[in-house]
């Protein structure tokens, strides 16, 4: 795939998840789709901004946007899930990781793997918390909600696409360095995964931002038909 259709791709799917916010957004009255709201819009500032760098190479390197982006993502969404889950110790731990990862990451950026590098520890720890944080919400919506159509819930398909995205991400970090050993073909079929876990993370966010339009549509129809 040439980057010109990956980022043509990567956008669409992007802008089209921020306009199905903007189209429910009243109906949408939580707080952790605020949060959601403003994921999307963070990654499409940065994704623009390296995109803009990719395409024109007005710099030697956009790398140095996943050092500021990363932990604006983590805090993100850790707080989608701080008004989400009704777990006290969660949210106690939540209030002490967003300020420990941050110092972490900057620590990590101005030692171990500096700005003019791919942050890839960074990544992966904000990768496992995310991973920890969707199952947590799993297991919560599993023994203590009761039986409902969660399918309707704009959180549940936020937390199925946030958990793909993450747990492929962990393994196309190992499985990278295995291609980097065997594979001459690595970085083409790498890349190609990477940009498809975007392509899922997005359009199954903009699903779940779009359920309540979908959801008043079906009831409108039903009452309809009585």
Same mark, same amino acid.
């Given at each position: ?53 990719l395409l024109t190479g007005y710099l030697d390197s956009n790398l140095f946007l996943n050092h500021i982006l990363t932990p ?16 006290? &110790? *969660? ?5 002490? #990781? @967003?300020? $420990?990862?941050?110092?972490? %990451?900057?620590?990590?950026? +101005? ?51 946030l958990l793909f995205h993450s747990s492929l991400n962990v393994l196309l970090e190992g499985f990278s360095n295995y291609l980097? &050993? *065997? ?5 083409? #079929? @790498?890349? $190609?995964?990477?940009?498809? %876990?975007?392509?899922?993370? +997005? ?24």
């Amino acid at each position: 795939m040439s980057k010109g259709l990956d980022v043509a791709i990567h956008f669409l799917l992007l802008a089209s998840a921020i306009l199905c916010w903007l189209l429910n957004r009243r109906k949408l009255n939580f707080r952790y789709v605020y949060y959601c709201a403003l994921f999307l819009i963070v990654n499409f500032v940065f994704d623009g901004i390296a995109a803009f760098i990719l395409l024109t190479g007005y710099l030697d390197s956009n790398l140095f946007l996943n050092h500021i982006l990363t932990p604006i993502q983590l805090v993100l969404i850790l707080m989608i899930y701080y008004h989400v889950l009704n777990n006290q &110790t *969660y949210k106690r731990i939540v209030l002490w #990781l @967003i300020p $420990l990862f941050v110092i972490m %990451s900057i620590c990590l950026s +101005f030692t171990i793997q500096p700005f003019t590098e791919m942050n890839t520890y960074s990544i992966l720890i904000k990768h496992v918390i995310v991973i920890i944080s969707t199952l947590t919400y799993f297991f919560e919506l599993m023994s203590t909600t009761p039986y409902s159509k969660v399918y309707l819930q704009p959180i549940f398909w936020i937390s199925v696409g946030l958990l793909f995205h993450s747990s492929l991400n962990v393994l196309l970090e190992g499985f990278s360095n295995y291609l980097n &050993t *065997y594979s001459e073909t690595k970085d083409s #079929l @790498i890349y $190609l995964l990477y940009s498809l %876990s975007n392509y899922c993370l +997005f359009f199954l966010i903009g699903t779940g931002l779009v359920i309540p339009s979908a959801k008043s549509v079906i009831h409108g129809a039903a009452s309809h038909s009585k």
